[in-house]
C-alpha cells in the first residue's frame, strides 16, 4: 500500500489537463467538463505588515484576504455550463435563426418555417431596403407574416427577390435565456488531474476541490474561420461558511 503522506513533492510532475466537474449550489445543474484545453486555478493571499517605532522592518503581518480563481476552457460547448455562469436555467425548446433568400409571385411568399414563426423577428429586405410590418399590406414598402410563415405583400408587388430573416420555434433543442436581472449563481468545482506515475511504477492523481465560487459573469466564445470554438469561463470563490473553514481541499490518492 502506497503511503501517499510520504510522497515528496519533487516526485510529481503533473501534466495534461485531467477534467472538472461544475455543480450548482442548490444541486439542480450540474456539468461535466471532461474535454478541456486548459485548466487554472489560483489559490491566492494578501497580506500586510504593520510598521513601528524606527524598526525598517514590520512588527507584525497579517493576511488581508484570500481568494481562489479557476479558468477552464473546454473544447465541448454544454449548455447546463453556460446556465451556471449566467446564473439561469436550461429551457426546453429551441430557436432557429434562419436566413433565406425567395421570390415572391402573385404578391405571396413562404417561409421554410411552417410553424412558431417569432412575428415581430420577420425581417424583409427588398432592393436594399426594409419593408414595414403590417396587418393589411397596401404599399410595396409593407409586408405581412403569419406565424406559420405565409408571407403577403402589396397587389402588383411580384417577381422580386427578397431576403428575409426570421426566428422560429422548434420542439428539438434547448435554450438559455440570460435576463436582465440574472445573477451568476454560486458553484462547486471538483478537479481531477491527468494520472501522474511516480518513480516506483505506481500511479497518483490530483483531486482539487473549490468548495464556492462565483462566475465573474463571462461566457467567452470566440469563432474563427479555420478553428474550433472553446467556450472560456472565470470563477473566483467566495467564502464558503463551512464549520470545518475549508476553503479548497488538494488530495492526493492512488490510481487503483
Not at 24 to 52: F, H, N, P, T, W
Not at 76 to 91: F, K, Y
Not at 97 to 114: C, D, F, H, M, R
Not at 177 to 205: C, I, M, W, Y
Amino acid at each position: 500500500m502506497l503511503n501517499l503522506a510520504n510522497v515528496k513533492s519533487n516526485n510529481l510532475v503533473l501534466h495534461g489537463v485531467g477534467e472538472a466537474f461544475l455543480l450548482s449550489a442548490d444541486g439542480s445543474i450540474a456539468g461535466r467538463l471532461s474535454k478541456l484545453q486548459s485548466m487554472s486555478i489560483e489559490v491566492s493571499s494578501e497580506s500586510e505588515d504593520v510598521y513601528g517605532g524606527d524598526s525598517l522592518f514590520p512588527i507584525f503581518n497579517y493576511i488581508k484576504s484570500k481568494t481562489a480563481t479557476f479558468k477552464f476552457k473546454n473544447a465541448t460547448m454544454d449548455m447546463n455550463v453556460l446556465a451556471v455562469t449566467q446564473g439561469t436555467v436550461v429551457e426546453g425548446n429551441g430557436e432557429v435563426n434562419a436566413v433565406e433568400t425567395l421570390v415572391v409571385k402573385g404578391n405571396k411568399a413562404n417561409l421554410s418555417a411552417t410553424t412558431g414563426v417569432d412575428l415581430e423577428s420577420v425581417v424583409v429586405i427588398a432592393d436594399g431596403k426594409a419593408l414595414k410590418r403590417a396587418t393589411s399590406p397596401t404599399t410595396s414598402d409593407q409586408f405581412s407574416v403569419t406565424e406559420t410563415g405565409a408571407l403577403t405583400f402589396a397587389i402588383g408587388f411580384t417577381n422580386t427577390t427578397i431576403e428575409v430573416s426570421y426566428v422560429y420555434k422548434v420542439t428539438d433543442g434547448s435554450t438559455v435565456n440570460v435576463l436582465t436581472n440574472d445573477v451568476p449563481g454560486f458553484v462547486e468545482l471538483r478537479h481531477t488531474s491527468a494520472p501522474v506515475k511516480l518513480p516506483d511504477g505506481r500511479k497518483v492523481q490530483l483531486h482539487t476541490r473549490v468548495y464556492k465560487a462565483v462566475c465573474d459573469g463571462g461566457f467567452n466564445l470566440e469563432y474563427t474561420r479555420d478553428g474550433a470554438v472553446a467556450p472560456e469561463v472565470t470563477f473566483k470563490s467566495v467564502d464558503p461558511e463551512r464549520p470545518d473553514k475549508r476553503f479548497v481541499t488538494y488530495s492526493l490518492t492512488e490510481v487503483k
